[in-house]
């Protein structure tokens, strides 16, 4: 094997090196990933981080590059259906709990037919509001999420010049 000796190695940490090879072990045997033996035009880089429940792992990898490189036909999923999508999330919405729960269907219908897996301890139904990348969409429009801006509207009141 002939490495480039300006490469650094990447160290995993050594509290995670069991848990880490147990899910790359669960996800072989789901046949989320196959081991490669041989030299591949690609490999992208591994990034392991706890999820927050603090048990479980997520192996995530970067394939920036390749992405860029990939030629493939734009079919999105959802065109045409009524829902939000950001990254992995999915939300659905109406004017009234009758329309919701229609858009929800369509919805579900469409992850069926295309064979997506939804993780059900994930998954909220008929909510009056949701906190969305920053934001909280409610029945009176989008707000600033209070989770984002608590640090301002609990600063205190300056008390004198210097605390200004």
Not at 33 to 45: A, K, L
Not at 56 to 85: M, Q, S, V, W
Request: glycine share 4%; with cysteine; proline share 9%.
């Amino acid at each position: 094997m002939t490495l480039d000796p300006d490469v650094k190695p990447v160290v995993r940490p050594v509290a995670m090196k069991d848990r880490v090879k147990a899910e790359l072990d669960k996800m072989q045997e789901l046949g989320a990933i196959i081991p490669v033996s041989e030299p591949t035009d690609w490999v992208s880089s591994m990034v392991a981080t706890s999820k927050k429940d603090k048990q479980e792992i997520r192996i995530c990898i970067n394939p920036r590059d390749l992405n860029t490189a990939l030629k493939r036909p734009h079919h999105p999923i959802f065109a045409g259906y009524p829902c939000e999508i950001i990254v992995d999330d999915i939300i659905t919405a109406g004017k009234d709990v009758a329309e919701h729960d229609v858009n929800l269907r369509k919805v579900l219908n469409r992850v069926r037919e295309v064979n997506l897996r939804l993780n059900p301890l994930k998954c909220k139904f008929r909510l009056s509001q949701v906190g969305y990348v920053g934001h909280v969409f409610t029945s009176e429009g989008l707000k600033a999420d209070p989770s984002k801006t608590s640090a301002i509207s609990e600063m205190p009141v300056p008390a004198d010049v210097p605390a200004l």
